[in-house]
């Protein structure tokens, strides 16, 4: 059967997840309620998986002096992608194009000991790319944007095992997300003066990166000019239904800032050595993931990432306060729950507006004085009349576990 193709732009509208206003200006979307509660979930969703595998969370500002971004190379060979320096108190300062320096001192500012080591720095932080109006799109393509970023400082020895231990969190997150990679692309440097000139460093993180790919069997294509500047990645790349594509997620090897930064680490032998820096990002931009979910799933979220999970559907006024209640008893667990109330039309009309919604309780003069409720999924499944009790809680249950199914038999 033919996959439907999905625009995001369009069914973000009109589901009342995100927007745009000139007044604001392009590629600034602002979030709806219903966006927001997706993002959220999401957020939520990637700092639980982090600090799981060991990740400790940060907060830093989004600008900073340009002095900053000489030194970790970004100035002289990303500033087309900037926005303009801003003159404050006779220095000037710089919206963020990368949360990795602020890391880099953030690892500076104390002491470490090769004991410490890897050491894990996470960030869902906002930065900004001075992009042109012609190529911004929705959510894909913006100039505010979100990121899930984090830096692992660790040894050259401990490189190859966190970068697969990153992917295996890459995969975890998309089977959770219902979204799968389209391919693997080990991005090298190509010519020209976009990269740092330093052949060796080139080939050590290099080599590197192509060792993890093949120590987990991944068939992976090698790509000049998709580098960052400062170092090979590995690129996740994802498709929407018309075979467009974008890069999701990444893991890149860095030799480059730990050296501009000074950075160091206190050895078994006493002496100071070099971290290497791993940069590495599970759903890339928060905007880009859920432009993506948004195609893949044509907003019929999986349970846990959707705007509303539970919709209770009363199906005469004198079910109203059991319905309410009903509502609350939801809301208590966590779950993102609304009333549809007879006033908004038939039973049959109410099922289909809320179509998207993963649960809907139904609730009729049995089910009310019985304490229990009638479930139909979204899939078209329908759950014989539980004890309110066991149905929340089965759901709830569902929901904690991000599962992508919607019960479990």
Known sequence: MRTPVHDHRKLGRELDLFDTDPLIGAGLPYWLP??????HALEEYIREAERRAGYRHVYSPVLAKRELYEISGHWAHYSEDMFPAMELGGEQFVLRPSLCPHHA???RSREHSYRELPLKIAELGGMYRSELSGVLGGLTRVRAIQLN????????????????????????AYQALG???????LSLPGPGGKYVSDPAMWQRAGALLTGVLESIGAPYQAEEGEAAFYGPKIDVQIADASGRESTLSTVQVDLHQPRQFDLHYTGSDGAAHRPVMVHRSVIGSVERAVAHLID???GAFPGWLAPVQVVVLPISDAELPYAEAL????????LRAELSAPERGSLGARVRAARLVPYQAVVGA???ADDLVALRLRDGRRIDALPVSEAVARIAA???RNCVDLWDE
Request: charged letters at 30%; a positive charge; one cysteine or more.
């Open 34 to 39: 219903g966006g927001a509660a997706v993002r």
């Open 105 to 107: 001192l953030i690892y």
């Open 149 to 172: 970023d984090a830096h692992i400082f660790c040894t050259l020895d401990q490189v190859a095992d966190e970068a697969r231990a990153a992917l295996e969190l890459i995969d975890r």
């Open 179 to 185: 979204i799968r990679a389209a391919r693997y692309r």
């Open 296 to 298: 893949t799933h044509g």
């Open 327 to 334: 509502v609350r008893r939801c809301v208590g667990l966590g």
């Open 366 to 368: 049995k089910e009310a």
């Open 398 to 400: 569902l929901v904690g």
